[in-house]
Structure formats: C-alpha cells, structure tokens
C-alpha cells in the first residue's frame, strides 16, 4: 500500500495539539461541570468543545470526508476517507485532574489506517504515526520494545475491574508486572517501548481507532481479543508483536 502524504499526518497532529491545547483551559478547574451521558460515561465541556473544534478543521478543510466522533452523530463524506475523533479518552482520569487523559484522532483511507495520533497535552507528550512513515514520539522516531517474554511483561490496561477473575489469574500465573496506565496513554507506551503490551477487554472504536497503523508503524501489532485488526470489535491488544500470539492465546484459551 502507498505511503500516506506526509502533509497529512502533520496536518492531523497539529490539528490535535490544538484541540489538545483547548483542553487545558478545563483542566484541573474546580467549577468544572461534570455532566453524565446515557450510558453513564461522564462529559464535560472540554470533551464537547474538543471535537467542536476539530469537527470544524476537518470539515472545511476537507468537505467531502466522513468524520465520527463519540460526542456527535457521523457527518457522512463521499471521498472514502474517514476522520474518526475521541475528543478525551479518559474522561474519568481528565476530571480528577489525572494527567494521563489523551487525545486521540484517526484517518482511514481506501487502503485502510493510515494516521494515528495520541496526543498527552497535560504531559507535553504526542505519538503519531502514518502509513509508510514510521511512528514518532514527539517528532522522534520510535519503536516498540523486544523483550521477548510474558514473564517480566510489563502489561496494562485501563482497569481490571472489569476482567473475568479466572482471566485475571491466568494472566497473572505468567509472572507479568500488572499495572493500569490506562485508556490512551497505555497504548503509546506500547509504541514508545516503555511497556509490552496494553489489554482492554471493551473498548469503543474511537478509543481505539488510531492504534492499529500507531502499533504497525513502531513495529508492533494491535487487534481486538479474536486477533482481528479491526478497532469496531469491541476488544483491544496493542503488543510489541513478540508477545501477542502468546497473550491472544491465553486471552481465548477455552480450557481454561
């Protein structure tokens, strides 16, 4: 597949290092309002006002593409590209002041992803990645790590709440380091080497949805739980690639 025009993956992270920007101006305030969506996620007026924005950069820069975003209904394009936008992941994290919340903004083409940008604005921090390109942590190339076993893994993920125990366990039985640097910003540390691999058992697509080319182009592999590459399926896996067939194997072991 042709590499993506590097204009646009430098048009993608500047656009989310603005929307990131706009965050801030919410961040850490104490009258910040808290508002609960039907499914009893939280919102705030910096996730509204972040994909607002961007929505608005997108669409008059590019008119005729398709953007989807968790805050607004899908604006349907005809040219065959796909802007797909989690204004905040990791809303819960951004309203308790906890400065791991992430932006996360995608681009899928006729060829399938083709950008993928996790943007840290409390951190000072952005991963980003487009097809043929390679992946970059703060314009710095980068590359998933190599070490090459379970044991001594350190795995993440956004919570283990809600793991099966007897998943949990097994997990646990290979003497990985657990931690739960979660939602976004455990999946560009998979990308920049500083862990092994990131596991969320439900996910939605915009939480996922620039992972799988951010995780090929550092050399590494995402998938949801079945090992397909495909963010709408409702799982998540972003590894270094060594330890992915191992990890979906104890994921879906049906013996156990």
Same mark, same amino acid.
């Not at 350190?154 to 039985?173: A, C, E």
């Given at each position: 597949?042709?590499?993506? /025009?590097?204009?646009?993956?430098?048009?993608?992270?500047?656009?989310?290092?603005?929307?990131? %920007?706009?965050?801030?101006?919410?961040?850490?305030?104490?009258?910040?309002?808290? %508002?609960?969506?039907?499914?009893?996620?939280?919102?705030?007026?910096?996730?509204?006002?972040?994909?607002?924005?961007?929505? %608005?950069?997108?669409?008059?820069?590019?008119?005729? *593409?398709?953007?989807?975003?968790?805050?607004?209904?899908?604006?349907?394009?005809?040219?065959?590209?796909?802007?797909?936008? /989690?204004?905040? *992941?990791?809303?819960?994290?951004?309203?308790?002041?906890?400065?791991?919340?992430?932006?996360?903004?995608?681009?899928?083409?006729?060829?399938?992803?083709?950008?993928?940008?996790?943007?840290?604005?409390?951190?000072?921090?952005?991963?980003?990645? @487009?097809? @043929?390109?390679?992946?970059?942590?703060?314009?710095?190339?980068?590359?998933?790590?190599?070490?090459?076993?379970?044991?001594?893994?350190?795995?993440?993920?956004?919570?283990? @709440?809600?793991?099966? /125990?007897?998943?949990?366990?097994?997990?646990?039985?290979?003497?990985?380091?657990?931690?739960?640097?979660? /939602?976004?910003? @455990?999946?560009?540390?998979?990308?920049?080497?500083?862990?092994?691999?990131?596991? *969320?058992?439900?996910?939605?697509?915009?939480?996922?949805?620039?992972?799988?080319?951010?995780?090929?182009?550092?050399?590494?592999?995402?998938?949801?739980?079945?090992?397909?590459?495909?963010?709408?399926?409702?799982?998540?896996?972003?590894?270094?690639?060594?330890?992915? %067939?191992?990890?979906?194997?104890?994921?879906? *072991?049906?013996?156990?």
């Amino acid at each position: 597949m042709a590499p993506v /025009d590097p204009a646009l993956l430098a048009e993608a992270v500047d656009l989310l290092q603005q929307a990131g %920007e706009l965050t801030l101006r919410w961040f850490r305030d104490v009258e910040l309002d808290i %508002e609960r969506k039907g499914d009893g996620t939280p919102v705030t007026a910096a996730d509204k006002a972040a994909e607002r924005f961007l929505r %608005e950069e997108i669409a008059r820069r590019h008119p005729d *593409d398709t953007i989807i975003g968790e805050e607004e209904a899908t604006r349907v394009g005809t040219s065959g590209r796909t802007w797909t936008i /989690d204004p905040i *992941d990791g809303t819960k994290a951004f309203t308790r002041g906890v400065a791991l919340y992430c932006n996360l903004l995608a681009i899928d083409d006729a060829d399938g992803p083709a950008v993928g940008v996790i943007n840290m604005p409390a951190l000072g921090e952005t991963v980003s990645a @487009g097809r @043929g390109l390679g992946c970059f942590f703060n314009g710095v190339p980068t590359r998933v790590s190599t070490h090459a076993s379970i044991e001594r893994a350190h795995i993440s993920s956004s919570t283990f @709440g809600n793991w099966p /125990d007897d998943l949990l366990l097994r997990v646990r039985s290979e003497h990985a380091n657990l931690r739960t640097w979660g /939602d976004g910003y @455990g999946y560009a540390l998979v990308a920049t080497g500083r862990i092994e691999a990131m596991i *969320d058992p439900q996910v939605a697509l915009w939480d996922v949805a620039p992972m799988p080319i951010i995780l090929a182009e550092a050399g590494g592999r995402f998938s949801a739980w079945d090992g397909v590459a495909d963010p709408s399926r409702g799982s998540g896996i972003a590894t270094n690639g060594v330890l992915h %067939e191992d990890l979906l194997a104890i994921l879906n *072991d049906p013996a156990a």
